[in-house]
């Protein structure tokens, strides 16, 4: 389910910050991570770090933290029980983390020691959809489709000139990365369109937000 630019998929559970989800397993562990409330706050993660598994950690406990240039926060568990793995895949890559927060981004899995009575805490998104429209309004989240690696704002700037800063952003950037650039010019919508077939490069997300237009544009490998 899409609640204003963010997503939340139906099968799984949500704490009542809409920080965390949670989705129960076949064996009796469940596997928890960040939702994409948590994901667009901390930004391009630079490091995630795990609190050492085999241990036991109550419910509200921090099981790791997740750090950015802009960010420092912990990813709290909101079950108790026993630390039975980390995600290496987001240790060792944090981005794996900010771009796929609900499948390859997954955080832990955990042996919870009071599942029956602490799931009653949380919530499926149908039920928790006010809730979390309205966490994303007060912590004003905008959730994009990849983190940007390079943000432009050009305001007041011509789209020519504009176009000519994303080329030379471009031509640095590594393949994969993406670029954040946000324009107030009312033809840029039109020009990325042609910009676009032009390079071969894809833009990924275009979005208004009153009078700017935001557009998400990743550098891909040419043959």
């Known amino acids: 389910m899409r609640i204003d630019s963010c997503e939340f998929p139906e099968d799984l559970l949500y704490e009542p910050d809409g920080l965390v989800w949670v989705r129960g397993e076949a064996s009796g562990d469940i596997v928890l991570g960040v939702t994409s409330i948590q994901a ?14 085999g241990a036991e950690y109550a419910a509200g406990k921090s099981l790791g933290t997740l750090e950015s240039r802009r960010y420092f926060g912990p990813v709290r ?8 793995a980390v995600n290496a895949a987001i240790l060792s890559t944090p981005k794996v983390l900010s771009e796929t927060p609900y499948a390859a981004g997954w955080f832990a899995r955990l042996r919870p020691s009071a599942w029956e009575a602490e799931r009653k805490g949380l919530r499926p998104v149908a039920e928790a959809r006010e809730a979390l429209a309205a966490q994303i309004a007060a912590l004003h989240v905008h959730c994009f489709t990849a983190f940007p690696d390079y943000e432009l704002f050009e305001i007041g700037t011509e789209c020519s000139a504009v176009l000519a800063r994303l080329d030379e952003t471009l031509a640095r950037a590594a393949d994969n990365e993406v670029v954040h650039l946000v324009s107030d010019d009312w033809t840029s919508p039109a020009e990325m369109v ?22 998400l544009v990743r550098k891909v490998a040419w043959d």
């Open 77 to 84: 568990t909101p079950v108790g029980g026993t630390l039975v």
């Open 40 to 53: 667009a706050l901390a930004g391009r993660l630079t490091k995630v770090q795990a609190r050492p598994v």
């Open 194 to 215: 042609n910009w676009s077939r032009r390079t071969g490069y894809p833009v990924i997300e275009e979005r208004k937000e009153g009078t700017l237009y935001h557009f």
